[in-house]
């Protein structure tokens, strides 16, 4: 059975210039792993026992970057299913897209992490090497300009 992890695309919005499009004032926040190859994500991570995929998705962002589930808006309508072999083992990564409330809100780091950024669609896919992340971060961002 593949292993199964969930997150949120957690993004935030810059308060827009008159003269700018809404999708150029959207950022994306990724967490550089403290271990490995510091790979560069969302939050994510394991299912636990008795836990609803979703749950997870939550529980993990607030232990990974210190967002409570009332910091965001959780976006209607966007789900992602990842799929990958780790270490020659199947894996499935769910991801749910959110919005912090307030543009200041403070990421406060676990242990797993060493570094956090917010970056605009061009750069969270440089940080982003896998290319499943890339397309996925181009995906979500294609679905938020979308809905403006």
């Excluded at 292993?3 to 809404?22: D, F, K, N, T």
């Excluded at 609803?52 to 009332?70: H, K, P």
């Excluded at 991801?95 to 061009?122: G, M």
């Amino acid at each position: 059975m593949a292993a199964r992890a969930c997150g949120l695309i957690v993004y935030r919005r810059l308060q827009p210039a008159a003269s700018s499009r809404p999708a150029d004032g959207i950022e994306y926040l990724l967490l550089q792993t403290s271990y490995g190859t510091h790979h560069w994500t969302p939050p994510k991570g394991h299912v636990d026992p008795g836990e609803d995929d979703l749950q997870t998705a939550f529980r993990e962002t607030q232990e990974e970057a210190g967002l409570q589930a009332s910091q965001l808006t959780l976006v209607e309508g966007y789900k992602k299913e990842l799929h990958y072999p780790v270490r020659g083992k199947p894996k499935t990564v769910v991801y749910w897209l959110a919005e912090v409330k307030d543009y200041n809100t403070e990421i406060k780091l676990s242990d797993e992490h060493q570094a956090f950024r917010w970056l605009k669609l061009e750069d969270a896919c440089k940080f982003a090497e896998y290319e499943d992340m890339q397309a996925t971060l181009k995906d979500v961002h294609q679905f938020l300009c979308s809905k403006e």
